[in-house]
T-cell receptor
Framework: AQKVTQAQTEISVVEKEDVTLDCVYE???????LFWYKQPPSGELVFLIR??????QNEISGRYSWNFQKSTSSFNFTITASQVVDSAVYFC??????????FGTGTSLTVIP | DTAVSQTPKYLVTQMGNDKSIKCEQN?????MYWYKQDSKKFLKIMFS???????INETVPNRFSPKSPDKAHLNLHINSLELGDSAVYFC???????????FGSGTQLSVL
């Protein structure tokens, strides 16, 4: 079974629209961490955020915000006023410890100018 | 200084050849990884080493052999390359469990 599910394979939005990327995870551990990574067309993997299982506060960083809800096992990522530079593949990941990271299958976001 | 560096960036080779990808991290991390990203962008862990000791060895053909001469280096040797080995291979490191992964820039392997 997939531990991290990103149901949206591809999303296209017009510049300045808001977009939310969904991430649903599965774990029986009480301590775990969730991550988002961005992979722009250039190919590198860029770390965006890390959140532990005990901190359900939403986080905002500029145009980026993250909504963590343990009740629904979700860790969604919203980009406000999207820009062309936001076009990338976005990965959600889960770390349960044991040096194992579980990545979702990624959501490819295209922002149309 | 690049935190996690891997070489080469591009590798084009014929089927049946043997090739190596090198990875070095200067972050002082204890754990290093190899990930494979296929054409559909799916990231799959291959190996993980902690202080030169193999701790994760996913279902990977025996043709793939990691080697960690010290905790700053984790190389990947691939024997008898096959067409299906074509992918991007990422090296990564982390300080401790639960910490974020620092990725290298990837090696695009093309087997012809």
């Amino acid at each position: 079974a997939q531990k991290v599910t990103q149901a949206q394979t591809e999303i296209s939005v017009v510049e300045k629209e808001d977009v939310t990327l969904d991430c649903v995870y599965e774990t029986r551990d009480t301590t775990y961490y969730l991550f988002w990574y961005k992979q722009p067309p250039s190919g590198e993997l860029v770390f965006l955020i890390r959140r532990n299982s005990f901190d359900e506060q939403n986080e905002i960083s500029g145009r980026y915000s993250w909504n963590f809800q343990k009740s629904t096992s979700s860790f969604n990522f919203t980009i406000t006023a999207s820009q062309v530079v936001d076009s990338a593949v976005y990965f959600c990941a889960l770390s349960e410890g044991g040096n194992q990271f579980y990545f979702g299958t990624g959501t490819s976001l295209t922002v149309i100018p | 200084d690049t935190a996690v560096s891997q070489t080469p960036k591009y590798l084009v080779t014929q089927m049946g050849n043997d090739k190596s990808i090198k990875c070095e991290q200067n972050l002082g991390h204890d754990t290093m990884y190899w990930y494979k990203q296929d054409s559909k962008k799916f990231l799959k862990i291959m190996f993980s080493y902690n202080n030169k000791e193999l701790i994760i060895n996913e279902t990977v053909p025996n043709r793939f052999s990691p080697k960690s001469p010290d905790k700053a280096h984790l190389n990947l040797h691939i024997n008898s390359l096959e067409l299906g080995d074509s992918a991007v291979y990422f090296c990564a490191s982390s300080h401790r469990i639960y910490e974020k992964l620092f990725f290298g820039s990837g090696t695009q392997l093309s087997v012809l």
